[in-house]
């Protein structure tokens, strides 16, 4: 039977989660009190706070497609038998977290790989739970083909290793059934997870691209979810990524997470150019963290590969069975005279065997002397996934190594390519490890690829092997790696021979370098290669990942936390909790009952928008700024960046507005009235300095422009690319610092923005100097607004902020607004979401203003 998350769609495109209470539940819930199971339908706070006590351990809920579990049928029919799978990553950082997970639980969430009768699952779900704390999720048949084989393995796992579906035949075309497919099971994994957590204690910790939809469906039911996920495929770069129709859906719902895990920075870096180009976010760096600020929210990036666990590879490399092969294997080859060359990889289109077996011919045909002697073994690991290229991959991989052995099989008895394509235990691929001269990968591309990690460790050995292998001291030990530039670990391997797989003739030449090259230094790459393997092992891993995720939700409880967006769409706003939106109400009432009043008022993104072509005012925009300037109890300015050429002329209609340019350089209290200064008359020969430099960036910047102002000089990168502009202003920034740096001016870097105006020139002065004159003049104000949207007006916001206890110029009953636009951190203390509202609040303003004069004039009349 289908489940309700996959029936009902039409209720995840509202955005309306399926009430928990309907779900059919199989695992017992979190028990709060002896025989009483917590209930978290109820639970209809916004910030996912739960009455579940704190556990008095930590506990990590790890989700993965699959659980580290192998199941099997009895002999007799009747159950099912469940062992630990060793060689699941999941189960390897469990074990090997070491001290730092001693007092930590797992807890595990996942599918199996064989496929359990509706009847079985009731006890199947009690005996994992139970005996190995594992929460199964079930899915039909039906959903898992369409979600697994075909959403994840036809479109996301080929786009994601850079294969575009050109044509039918390449990749899969975008399927919307197979996404919604996708949606559906994850929401399954969501239900189950429900089932399990507790959203105070637990942390919630999600592995790769199966369940890319996963968080939007915790952070939707749990605000302030601990919840972290790591990506173990690449991430292609966002010229690939943005073809994908649902590229917005996936980037959101990553950001849902807490931390997002990759294994080099060249993954991350193309999620981060992805979420700056779809979704316009920057990013930043603070004392070696990598975040995003997204709705308040940090979402932190975490650069680390994954590792191998030592201990298990250590403890296989001792056991008897892989004594013998290592020994067969010895006479097999070292014995007479052989060099054995090998490969280990998945049979799949990415992994490169046919490019490997083409390199190995070319190697055969230029270096005669090493005929006879060069053994290449590939073993060819059954692949995860199924279809038309895997089938095609096997044929290739067949006819080609059967051709090359009739060209090279000379002498009789020698085949230069032998191709194991059959599952092989553990202890026997540990053995060719062990005798393999040199290991070989030449996948086009790959996330991580543990491979060339395995071999090292195998050929550091024990001393027993070392027996068998004829190695006199451990100071002989070497492991020479010949491996792709496009896999994951390729970063990490220093010492490595690093290839371009499709450049078949440069990796024939780099075996035969690796083969050739001086006994001392291949023993010196390989101590470092061990030093390194040892120590960066997939506790190591997994204790970094988890501390990381444990610093970035540290500050959850002190946050204000609600959702917004439907879907998909789905997102957390998390701010201080003295930080929230002005209400139309309160800040109408404070304007009755005051009588002196100032207002400043940015123009660009906060009365106008700044996706607006036409940034002139509209006629609606003058009639409200001029209702607000006929109360005589208001005193208007309006603040901006823009020249007073350009603000006296748009604003010209409005004779009792003042006015501050150029960021406050210039100001004037009403239209009639003389500019002035907020600062002295600076000199600007420094422009002279600073416009050739910012020319030659606007020349090699397309889309870069120079506004050139009265007292300032502003580089935009608005309309150019925005990782080359942001770049660009980078340099541009560093530049100018330099060239002026001894000149009387700052240089400070905006939104698309670099820019030069003389020192302590800010719109802070202009709200200083306003309050100042208000209080010279008597008027002291009662009700003071401010509002900005960037970073320049942040300055105003700590001037009306701080003005009540430091100075004389507000009184401590001033009703003071410091509102900024957009839900994001700042000094004020409220926010309006966009232009619109902003627009809306000033016309309630100036409709009261307007109801005051029209009550003014009826009682003159009356008298």
């Not at 053994?375 to 060819?380: G, K, M, P, S, Y």
């Not at 202890?427 to 990968?441: G, N, P, Q, T, W």
């Not at 996330?447 to 550091?460: A, D, T």
């Not at 340099?731 to 700052?746: K, T």
């Amino acid at each position: 039977m289908a489940s309700r998350s996959y029936s009902n769609l039409l209720e995840l495109a509202s955005g309306e989660p399926a009430p928990i209470s309907q779900i059919r539940r199989r695992i017992p819930r979190v028990m709060t009190v002896a025989g009483i199971i917590s209930d978290f339908d109820s639970d209809s706070d916004s910030d996912g706070c739960s009455s579940v006590p704190s556990s008095p351990r930590d506990r990590t809920i790890v989700v993965a497609n699959q659980l580290p579990i192998s199941a099997s049928r009895r002999t007799d029919g009747r159950g099912w038998e469940f062992s630990w799978d060793k060689d699941s990553l999941l189960l390897q950082l469990k074990d090997a977290i070491g001290d730092h997970g001693a007092d930590m639980e797992f807890v595990y969430v996942g599918c199996l790989r064989d496929e359990i009768p509706a009847a079985d699952q009731e006890e199947v779900s009690q005996v994992l739970l139970e005996t190995f704390k594992c929460v199964p999720t079930f899915l039909p048949p039906d959903l898992l083909a369409r979600y697994y084989h075909g959403f994840c393995k036809q479109q996301l796992w080929p786009l994601f290793h850079y294969m575009l579906p050109l044509s039918p035949d390449l990749g899969g075309r975008f399927d919307r059934s197979l996404w919604q497919a996708y949606v559906s099971a994850n929401k399954i994994f969501a239900d189950k997870i429900l089932e399990v957590i507790n959203p105070d204690d637990d942390f919630v910790w999600v592995h790769d691209y199966h369940l890319m939809v996963l968080p939007t469906f915790l952070r939707k039911r749990f605000n302030r979810v601990k919840l972290g996920f790591f990506l173990h495929s690449p991430f292609p770069s966002s010229e690939i990524y943005k073809t994908l129709p649902v590229r917005e859906e996936l980037l959101r719902s990553l950001l849902n997470s807490d931390l997002i895990g990759f294994h080099t920075f060249d993954y991350a870096r193309h999620f981060l150019s992805c979420c700056g180009r779809m979704l316009g976010l920057s990013y930043e760096s603070k004392r070696g963290y990598i975040g995003l600020e997204y709705y308040g929210r940090t979402v932190s990036i975490k650069i680390l590969p994954v590792g191998i666990h030592l201990d298990q590879l250590k403890s296989v490399l001792s056991l008897p069975e892989t004594e013998k092969k290592v020994q067969e294997l010895v006479e097999q080859f070292l014995d007479k005279g052989r060099v054995m060359v090998l490969g280990v990889d998945d049979m799949d289109i990415f992994k490169g065997i046919s490019l490997k077996l083409l390199a190995m011919e070319e190697l055969l045909k230029q270096h005669q002397e090493w005929r006879g002697k060069i053994v290449l073994v590939q073993i060819a690991n059954p692949a995860r996934g199924r279809g038309k290229g895997v089938k095609e991959v096997q044929a290739e991989s067949f006819a080609t190594m059967k051709r090359i052995n009739e060209a090279y099989g000379e002498p009789p008895g020698y085949e230069p390519i032998i191709l194991i394509d059959e599952p092989l235990p553990f202890s026997h691929r540990i053995a060719y490890y062990v005798v393999a001269e040199c290991c070989l990968v030449t996948a086009v591309r790959d996330g991580m690829n543990l491979i060339p990690y395995e071999y090292i460790i195998s050929r550091q050995g024990n001393q027993q092997l070392d027996n068998l292998m004829g190695l006199a001291s451990p100071a002989q030990k070497k492991s020479m790696l010949v491996i792709s530039e496009f896999i994951g670990c390729s970063p990490s391997l220093s010492g490595a021979i690093r290839v371009n797989p499709w450049n078949t003739e440069a990796v024939a030449d780099a075996m035969v370098n690796a083969l050739e090259m001086k006994e001392q230094e291949k023993q010196f790459r390989h101590e470092k290669h061990y030093k390194y393997v040892s120590s960066h092992d997939v506790g190591y891993w997994a204790n970094s990942f988890l501390q990381d995720l444990q610093r970035t939700c540290r500050d959850h409880s002190r946050r204000r936390n609600w959702g917004i967006g439907f879907g998909l769409g789905f997102r957390v706003v998390a701010l201080d909790t003295n930080f929230r939106k002005l209400a139309m109400e309160h800040i109408v009432s404070a304007y009755k009952r005051t009588r002196t009043r100032a207002i400043l008022l940015d123009y660009d993104g906060t009365l106008m928008p700044q996706a607006s072509i036409d940034k002139r005012p509209s006629a609606k925009s003058i009639e409200i700024l001029n209702s607000l300037c006929s109360d005589k109890n208001n005193v208007v300015f309006l603040v901006s960046a823009r020249s007073r050429a350009t603000l006296g002329r748009w604003f010209a209609p409005c004779e009792n507005l003042g006015v501050a340019a150029e960021h406050g350089y210039f100001f004037r209290l009403k239209r009639d009235a003389e500019w002035e200064t907020c600062v002295p008359v600076a000199d600007f020969s420094w422009k002279q300095i600073a416009d050739p430099v910012m020319s030659l960036y606007m020349e090699t910047t397309d889309g870069s422009m120079i506004d050139d102002k009265e007292t300032m000089l502003v580089w935009s990168y608005e309309d150019a690319d925005p990782d080359f502009g942001s770049c660009q202003a980078k340099e541009l920034l560093d530049h100018l610092e330099s060239v002026l740096a001894n000149e009387p001016v700052s240089v400070k870097s905006g939104q698309h923005i670099v820019e030069v105006k003389p020192q302590g020139v800010s719109k802070g002065l202009v709200a200083r100097r306003l309050l100042s004159t208000m209080q010279e003049r008597g008027l002291t104000p009662e009700f003071v607004l401010c509002i900005g949207d960037d970073r320049s007006d942040e300055d105003m916001f700590e001037v009306i902020t701080t003005s009540i206890p430091s100075t004389s110029s507000l009184t401590p009953t001033t009703e003071v607004f410091a509102c900024t636009v957009g839900q994001k951190p700042s000094k004020a203390k409220y926010y309006l979401d966009d232009t619109a509202e902003i627009v809306r609040l000033m016309q309630g303003l100036a409709t009261v203003s307007e109801q005051a004069l029209r009550t003014q004039q009826n009682g003159q009349l009356g008298t």
